[in-house]
């Protein structure tokens, strides 16, 4: 008998354009990947982790995701993270998950002020996440990116307090955009929430290019399993 498919919602604001990729990728590695507009007040039913996916949501004004901070489904997604839920955030959904307070630092306009589009490398700094727990230290990843703000920048203090914590998920191997320290994904203290600028649902089928994005969602599907198999029990 095979696995149950666990629920993952994918977050659509007005602007988003990666959702149904997410959502394609996902069920390609084994979830339920229902689509949650962002006028929702709530999650579905059964949902075993989130995606906040990447895009332009609410046409990036003011800065890059401070609007959809404040969308209706942003307080459900609050208190399914605070709650231990699965989320991740890829490109926009980081910038978002950074506007809302969950992921710490900023993410500005790249270094060179153009925008980035191409595959890159990345090594994973700490498996300590649902997300990289299956990857080893060090390993690399080639993953697609394409943004216009995805500088990764924090100060002194809160650096050190994210490195301290073991927050620094994924780094660039070359400067992509001139982020901090090469940062390309933090987590939370907690581990269950990571922000990437790299887009892993565009990095699953070898048909299309690399592969390195499937560690990652397959990290998200197995934890969004185990978090409804333990709400079963």
């Known amino acids: 008998m095979s696995e149950a498919r666990p ?14 990729d ?20 709530s999650l579905p039913s059964g949902t075993g982790g989130v995606v906040l996916p990447g895009g ?7 800065r890059c995701g401070a609007i ?3 969308a209706p489904v942003m307080n459900a ?6 709650d231990g839920g699965p989320v991740l955030g890829i490109c926009n959904g980081f910038q ?5 307070g969950l992921l710490p630092g ?10 980035v589009c191409d595959d890159v490398a990345v090594t994973v700094e700490s498996t300590g996440t649902p997300f990289t727990s299956t990857c080893s230290p060090g390993a690399e990843l080639v993953i697609p990116v394409k943004h216009g703000e995805g500088c990764w920048v924090a100060d002194d203090d809160l650096f050190e307090q994210v490195v301290d914590h073991d927050q620094v998920v994924l780094r660039y191997i070359e400067d992509v955009n001139g982020a901090r320290d090469r940062v390309a994904g933090v987590s939370n203290e907690d581990g269950n929430v990571l922000g990437l600028m790299p887009h892993p649902e565009h990095a699953v089928d070898p048909l299309l290019g690399p592969t390195g994005g499937v560690p990652l969602l397959e990290g998200l599907v197995a934890a ?7 709400a079963a029990l």
């Open 224 to 230: 969004a399993r185990e978090r409804v198999s333990i």
């Open 77 to 82: 997604v609050r208190r399914f993270a605070d």
């Open 56 to 62: 332009f949501s609410y046409g990036d004004y003011l």
């Open 96 to 100: 978002i998950l950074c506007e809302a």
């Open 22 to 41: 997410a959502r394609l990728a996902l069920e390609l590695l084994g979830a339920e990947a229902p689509a949650v507009w962002h006028g929702e007040t």
């Open 106 to 115: 900023a993410l500005r306009p790249n270094r060179q002020l153009e925008f």
């Open 68 to 70: 959809a901070r404040v």
């Open 7 to 20: 629920r993952i919602a994918v977050v659509t604001f007005p602007g988003s354009n990666d959702d149904g």
